[in-house]
């Protein structure tokens, strides 16, 4: 080979690796560059009226009781996704863009504002040493009681989620649950994993985009009957008198 073609080759070759190691570094979870809150909603005592029953002296009644309460460990979000798969350098300016408005993909939360996305494993309820906040630990920093019906492993007590890729991390047989559907359970969408940062010791959930049927992009009716992209429970303590609200912050992985 000319030497004169030599050194520009290996040039060209050295700029295209850094490049491609570039992109391959950031191929992982990242921030939404918007976050809008709609709207929320909380029960509401008075959608059920006081029921009673007419005492009698001298006799002795028996009676049946149904009640319901709202927890005091979990918070409740869902909503739309739209967004766009690009080719950017590390300035942000755009090579080239794809706008998806029914994208596929995942959405992640965390209290931790920085996640290790390459050291991230399925949550472990009874991993022990180097700071792992296994259940025991966790369900005390949310002030939740072993024999709790709403506690944590109480709630992810599935293991049957779909492959879950997490940049290039692939991962089954994570804690799950479902989300309701029209009020009513399922097992179906809508599943809801716990992951974990074993860097930072940091909790995660995680949840699919629907529809997640490649090529369909149909919504699928969330809880409420209405049609929604994702849904997902984050732990939060409400127990007695805390009225402190806890910040979680959000990734998206689009496909």
């Keep these: 080979m000319n030497q004169n073609k030599l050194v520009p080759l290996l040039v060209v070759l050295a700029s295209l690796t850094a490049l491609s190691a570039l992109v391959f570094a950031q191929n992982y ?24 029953n007419d005492a ?35 300035n942000n300016n755009t090579f080239y863009n794809w706008s998806a408005a029914e994208p596929q993909g995942e959405v992640y939360a965390s209290t931790n504002i920085t996640i290790d996305w390459a050291n991230i494993a399925c949550y472990n309820f009874t991993a022990t040493g180097g700071g ?22 109480e709630t992810f007590n599935l293991t049957n989620h779909p492959t879950l890729h997490v940049g290039y991390v692939t991962l089954t047989g994570c ?52 049609p929604t992209d994702f849904q997902m429970l984050v732990l939060e303590d409400g127990h007695g008198n805390d009225t402190q609200t806890t910040t979680y912050y959000f990734w998206v992985e689009l496909e």
Aim: glycine share 8%.
């Design 29 to 52: 979870p990242v921030s939404p560059q918007t976050l809008t809150q709609d709207w929320e909603s909380t029960f509401d005592v008075n959608n059920y009226p006081a029921q009673s």
């Design 175 to 226: 804690p799950t649950t479902y989300i309701f559907q029209n009020d009513n359970r399922q097992t179906t969408n809508f599943p809801n994993m716990l992951l974990y940062d074993t860097t930072g010791n940091a909790l995660v959930f995680a949840t699919f985009i629907e529809n997640d049927e490649s090529g369909n992009t149909t919504d699928i009716n969330g809880y409420d009957g209405n």
């Design 56 to 90: 009698f002296a001298g006799n002795i009644t028996h009676l049946t009781i149904f009640g319901i309460t709202q927890t005091k460990a979990w918070q409740g979000y869902l909503g739309n996704i739209t967004g766009t798969i690009v080719l950017d350098d590390a």
């Design 132 to 153: 792992y906040r296994n259940v025991s630990i966790l369900e005390q920093e949310f002030n939740i009681q072993t024999d709790d019906v709403d506690g944590v492993n």
